[in-house]
């Protein structure tokens, strides 16, 4: 027989549930504040003490009213944290159990995908999907079953808060680890995100692809274009982002495809740029048109990255030579219509004229002497010293160092020497002399 003590536990129980069941939305709504301010962070023994062995049957009264509700677009805050206080316990895993088998897995993902629905209730939903992530393979398993990396990842594109969408991010980084049957889906989920309109959507998968890239190993083959296509932003912290993935891409197998795809990008194809003309004529602002067209914008991007790859790894930059890069960024050069286009692929050509001699040797002659002067007293400056005569010399450059390069193949392994011209100059010495070459002409 039950004790008086447990009677009378049990009998407030019912009392509670009963009240529960018969409360409007407005009761209820006041029922689930006194429970959250009374129960966060308690244990699942502590909430069968509170309830008198029956929390359960609380919880599949809010998981019920949850389900009927939720796509009526009503407040859900408080349902989603009363849910949480259970799932979230430690030594609940029945909770856990009790949640999934009625369909919570699904109900939280369609919320994400309800308009109607309000940010901060969709938050508490990836908090919950946190939760069941985290608490081991098999449920990260259960929720990628569910279409869930396609949800997730729309939900992170179209989000217009950063707190959520970094709560998002959690979440994905989570579904990575300790999942080997579905990381792959979360790694293309990522690549899917970057042509994405939301720059903070776009900077938190490229932060995470860096991530899976290392998890996985392999790359997938979409993943250069859609790199290369982010490298079209006006956002410097989701450029930042880009360079430092493809810092880590040239790693893998994809190293050719991405460094002919950066050289490429430095000569806008003639149909876009010829939008940009029709603009002219169109558009009052022709300073805002050329400032945010995308492909000047990665031509910009492009140039920078080139010389942050190439000064990285002196491989990389022997690489670079045979695609004509030198060419490539002479013509960025001259671009006039964007003016940090040519700021920046003079800083890089700088670095390739002061470590080879041979790119020294042409690019001093088709620049001529007054022009290869200027360059040489402020590379960074240069765009705004020349005038347009020079800068069509510089778009209409023949250089050509890859076809020097070949006459030097055959004698040995690496044009490292070749390169460095006759007295076996090392690196430190030849920048040491290019810098004095400089000075001189500053005199």
Request: with cysteine.
């Amino acid at each position: 027989m039950t004790s008086i003590k447990e009677q009378a536990a049990i009998s407030r129980l019912l009392s509670f549930l009963q009240e529960w069941d018969n409360a409007g939305k407005g009761l209820r709504t006041q029922i689930l504040t006194k429970f959250i301010e009374t129960n966060e962070g308690k244990t699942g023994p502590e909430l069968e003490l509170e309830f008198s062995q029956g929390a359960s049957l609380f919880l599949i009264r809010l998981t019920t009213w949850l389900r009927i509700i939720y796509m009526t677009g009503l407040d859900l805050e408080k349902i989603l944290r009363s849910i949480g206080i259970f799932l979230s316990a430690v030594s609940s895993n029945r909770y856990l159990i009790e949640f999934l088998e009625i369909g919570g897995v699904l109900t939280l993902l369609e919320i994400l995908g309800l308009e109607k629905i309000k940010e901060e209730d969709k938050r508490e939903s990836i908090k919950l999907l946190q939760i069941i992530a985290n608490t081991g393979r098999k449920y990260k398993e259960l929720i990628c079953e569910s279409y869930g990396v396609r949800a997730i990842a729309e939900f992170l594109a179209k989000s217009k808060s950063e707190e959520t969408q970094e709560e998002v991010q959690i979440l994905l980084d989570t579904l990575l680890h300790g999942n080997p049957k579905y990381q792959n889906q979360v790694y293309k989920g990522l690549i899917a995100l970057l042509p994405c309109g939301s720059p903070k959507a776009q900077q938190l998968a490229l932060q995470t692809l860096r991530t899976a890239q290392a998890i996985i190993g392999a790359t997938h083959p979409s993943i250069v274009d859609c790199v290369l296509m982010v490298l079209g932003t006006m956002h410097l912290e989701v450029q930042y982002e880009a360079i430092e993935l493809i810092k880590d891409l040239i790693h893998y197998d994809v190293r050719l495809p991405l460094l002919k795809g950066l050289v490429e990008l430095l000569i806008p194809s003639v149909k876009e740029t010829s939008k940009l003309q029709a603009k002219i004529f169109t558009e009052s602002s022709i300073l805002e048109i050329t400032t945010q067209l995308p492909v000047f914008l990665q031509q910009a991007a492009a140039a920078k990255t080139i010389g942050i790859l190439a000064r990285d790894d002196f491989k990389v930059a022997e690489e670079l030579l045979h695609m004509r890069v030198i060419h490539s960024l002479m013509i960025a050069m001259g671009n006039t219509d964007h003016s940090n286009s040519q700021r920046l692929a003079s800083l890089t050509l700088e670095f390739f004229v002061q470590m080879f001699p041979l790119v020294e040797e042409h690019v001093h002659k088709s620049m001529g002497e007054e022009l290869y002067q200027l360059f040489l007293s402020n590379a960074e400056i240069l765009y705004a010293k020349m005038d347009s005569i020079q800068a069509d010399i510089l778009a209409a450059n023949k250089v050509n160092v890859t076809k020097a390069l070949h006459l030097c193949e055959g004698a040995t392994n690496s044009c490292f020497s070749f390169f460095m011209g006759p007295g076996d100059l090392n690196q430190v010495e030849y920048v040491t002399h290019f810098e004095k070459l400089r000075s001189e002409s500053k005199e």
